[in-house]
């Protein structure tokens, strides 16, 4: 017989989610003092209005992410689209004014939602 691995648990799989929601909780404070520091900087009006409504999605979807960590009848699957989430989510604030594909993530947490919904 062959070597082979088993692939991971769903149980490890919630872990790296757990993982991956703390450090997207550690960023989100770390972007909230960055907008607490835009507020009264004068001529980022723009800058500062775009990044609130970047930091209220990236909120809802830590929310979404929690969900679907704290469901007993949630599917690999789901566990895997919502750890790609925050990481995508993360890694497009951390470069918050370029946004890279911020549409696409976007459309990972409806869909995500939308899941959720369906399994209610």
Same mark, same amino acid.
């Given at each position: 017989? &062959? /070597?082979?691995?088993?692939?991971? #648990?769903?149980?490890?799989?919630?872990? =790296?989610? +757990?993982?991956?929601?703390?450090?997207?909780?550690?960023?989100?404070?770390?972007? @909230?003092?960055?907008? &607490? +520091?835009?507020? +009264?900087?004068? !001529?980022? $009006? #723009? $800058?500062?209005? $775009?990044? *609130?409504?970047?930091?209220?999605?990236?909120?809802e979807?830590i @929310?979404?992410? =929690?969900?679907?960590?704290d #469901?007993?009848?949630?599917?690999?699957?789901?566990?895997?689209?919502?750890? =790609?989430l925050?990481? /995508?989510?993360? @890694?497009?604030?951390?470069?918050w004014?370029?946004?890279? &594909?911020?549409? *696409?993530?976007? !459309?990972?947490?409806?869909?995500?939602?939308? =899941?959720?919904?369906?399994?209610?």
């Amino acid at each position: 017989m &062959g /070597n082979f691995e088993l692939s991971p #648990s769903i149980d490890e799989y919630k872990s =790296r989610l +757990g993982d991956k929601i703390a450090d997207a909780d550690a960023f989100r404070t770390l972007l @909230a003092s960055y907008i &607490g +520091g835009l507020a +009264g900087a004068p !001529g980022k $009006e #723009s $800058e500062l209005e $775009e990044i *609130k409504k970047a930091f209220i999605e990236f909120e809802e979807s830590i @929310a979404i992410c =929690r969900q679907v960590f704290d #469901s007993t009848t949630v599917s690999r699957a789901d566990i895997l689209e919502a750890t =790609r989430l925050i990481i /995508n989510m993360t @890694a497009s604030l951390s470069d918050w004014k370029k946004l890279k &594909g911020w549409s *696409k993530i976007q !459309g990972q947490a409806k869909i995500l939602t939308f =899941r959720k919904k369906e399994q209610a």
